[in-house]
């Protein structure tokens, strides 16, 4: 999604999935983020769970459980404990300020 660097003291977030938009086109953008979910997901229940995320946390750059544990809920919006893909692409657009701002072109 992007990566955060220290810019005078304070941490800026570079959020790269404007640019992925811009290169890929929203179908490819979307296929990307399929991608990832399935990189992410628990291969026998075909949904991100605390666990999978757990083998997988190298990749997101997370290794405190509290911070997996807030993205699961953060994303949850049926309440499972878990993210099928619909959840996971929609939390990947909300913590995209810059897509957010613009996702009306994409539609």
Do not use: W
């Amino acid at each position: 999604m992007g990566k955060a660097k220290v810019k005078d003291n304070d941490v800026v977030f570079e959020d790269y999935f404007p640019a992925m938009v811009e290169k890929l086109g929203a179908d490819g953008f979307i296929h990307e983020l399929c991608k990832g979910f399935r990189l992410l997901m628990d291969s026998e229940r075909g949904v991100i769970t605390l666990e999978s995320l757990k083998k997988n946390s190298a990749v997101l750059g997370l290794n405190d459980d509290e911070q997996l544990r807030c993205m699961l809920t953060e994303g949850d919006l049926d309440g499972d404990g878990c993210l099928n893909q619909m959840e996971f692409c929609v939390l990947m657009f909300r913590l995209s300020p810059d897509l957010m701002n613009t996702a009306a072109h994409l539609l």
